[in-house]
């Protein structure tokens, strides 16, 4: 058997973090959610993770020239507050080994962001440069272990979930070009009213076609640059993960709604390769070929189409985007997590003013958090001092902007 230059040396096994490992969807996540969902399940229990997959959204950004699906470190530490109750309370950036070495005290498994080109148990180790991310959840003099649940075939082989203990030397080395370390702090999981967020999804699918058009021509006219078809891969890798993950979290939340995306998936990795192999071409020298864009914005019309009919089905005849209950479960969840209170305590005459915690900043983190979750805006002229008075009054003011329910 031939040696494979910089090959990650095989992962051990750990009584606590590999049945973990082996219930998470780590197919259908990208490497800054792996390790948000592995804190998920080990807090909160088998599958917990499947909820960073409960709220569909599309947004883009510009990247070296180009537009973009792919998310920052921050959208995905937002998402793991709002879905998972992990909290990013602050950052440490810059580290080196010996220091986040430091950070990881028994039972408190650091989440660490670095090079992947740097990472020896990475197949791009050595290869290509990319922020990656795992825990560190042991440290002695001796070694480090370190817990990756990265799922993905690449160029220079699989990347796998699984353990590793390092030498402590060889940890260091790995980090000498510096780490990234959040704070997440452990919250209560947020309860998801899933027809609420069902009927969100609908509305916010259909308020994303504008941008998604505008995305796909600039993707479109990019396809004729080796550039351009790299973030193209890359940007259908994402769309597809994030597609899987939805279905996967239907399937445990609502199964009789999870039909709607059966047999998506396939389309979807038939475009994964056949972008691929486009890339291969281009950077030998061979054309482009234009048409993946059509064939991009076919299956996400697809996926649209389809969240649109399960949140139909999931709201209630004359409702809009969510019921009352549902804009009543919207704001309580959005202000105990917020406050850190629970929501279940509140009453419609609780003054927001007096609630520990409050005040105009975490008001308008309120707003932003139930605006997503319902998937409605409310209008500028609607946040009067009345509405923003008690409890009762916020829930008013979004069951309006949601189609009058109260």
Known sequence: MSHVPNAPDPPTTDPVWTPILTGLRATALDCLQT????????????????????????????????????????????????LLGLWVEGRWMQLDGPQVRQLCGPGQPLYVIADAYDLPWCPYHGHEHMRHSFLVTAATTDEVTVVDAYHNDTAWGAARPGVWRLPTAGFDAALAGGAHTPAVAVHPA????????????????????????????RTAAALGTVAGLHRFVLDVWLLARGRDLHEHWLAAAAPDAAAALAGQGPRWQQLATRSYVALRRAQA???AAPELADALGTLVESHLTALESVG???????????????????????????????????????????????????????????????????????????????????????????????
């Not at 947020?190 to 021509?217: K, Q, S, T």
Request: contains cysteine; charged residues 25%.
């Open 35 to 82: 390790s948000f969902a592995l804190l998920a399940d080990h807090v909160n229990g088998s599958g917990s993770h499947l909820a960073l997959g409960a709220r569909f959204g599309f947004a883009t950004r510009e990247r070296d020239g180009l537009v973009t699906v792919e998310a920052t470190s921050d959208d995905r530490a937002a998402e793991a507050a709002d």
């Open 285 to 287: 020298g061979r054309p």
């Open 190 to 217: 947020p309860a998801i009213d899933v027809p609420a967020m069902l009927a969100g999804n609908a509305d916010r699918a259909r308020r994303a076609r504008p941008e998604i058009a505008a995305y796909l021509d």
């Open 312 to 406: 139909a089905d999931a709201a209630p005849a004359g409702a809009g985007p969510a019921g009352g209950d549902g804009v009543r479960a919207a704001v309580l969840g959005a202000l105990g997590d917020t406050l850190h209170l629970d929501g279940s305590e509140l009453h419609s005459t609780d003054v927001l003013r007096e609630l520990p915690g409050f005040d105009s900043f975490r008001l308008v983190d309120v707003i932003d958090r139930v605006e997503q979750r319902l998937g409605v805006e409310v209008p500028a002229t609607a946040l009067s001092a009345a509405d923003l008075r008690d409890v009762g009054s916020l829930c008013a003011m979004f069951g309006a902007a949601a189609g009058g329910a109260r």
